[in-house]
């Protein structure tokens, strides 16, 4: 009973494998995702149509067929054609701003925030702003008569 359990175990993990194994071969699309088309720029080689584009799609059939991997197709591309022609950069060298810019300038933008909040808040814990230390301020007579003189004066111009 053991030797058939086994038996039928090891035909399920052949019949896994050999059924698997067309998943994990390299495809053209694969490989033309990650390419620009160099006659259309900013197109992407997988939605690309044009005769140039079939060169290229040609090119990595036979590379393919040679059994070069994905990076050894790309690296043969990107001598002919510099690293824009790939669909994304490699994360090296000045391109590294493009990945790191966004965290950068978003932790930046927290501190300023961060920053001018507590400021506001400190104001408000001092007592506010001039408005309200000017109406505080204590008048004494003689302004306080003059003020009504000036707006009678006023008033009586009207």
Do not use: H
């Not at 030797?3 to 033309?32: D, I, K, N, Q, Y």
């Amino acid at each position: 009973m053991k030797a058939g359990r086994a038996f039928l175990l090891a035909a399920v993990v052949a019949a896994a494998v050999g059924a698997g194994a067309p998943a994990w071969a390299l495809t053209e699309t694969e490989v033309s995702e990650s390419l620009i088309c160099y006659a259309c720029p900013g197109e992407p080689l997988s939605i690309d149509r044009c005769s140039c584009g079939d060169q290229m799609r040609a090119v990595i059939r036979r590379m393919l067929a040679e059994g070069k991997d994905k990076d050894e197709i790309l690296a043969y591309f990107t001598a002919q054609f510099g690293e824009e022609i790939l669909t994304i950069p490699p994360k090296r060298g000045f391109n590294l701003v493009a990945y790191a810019g966004p965290f950068v300038g978003l932790a930046f933008g927290a501190v300023v925030a961060v920053l001018v909040v507590r400021r506001w808040s400190a104001a408000g814990a001092r007592g506010g702003s001039k408005e309200t230390d000017r109406a505080e301020l204590p008048v004494d007579d003689a302004v306080r008569r003059r003020i009504e003189r000036e707006l009678s004066n006023l008033d009586a111009e009207e």
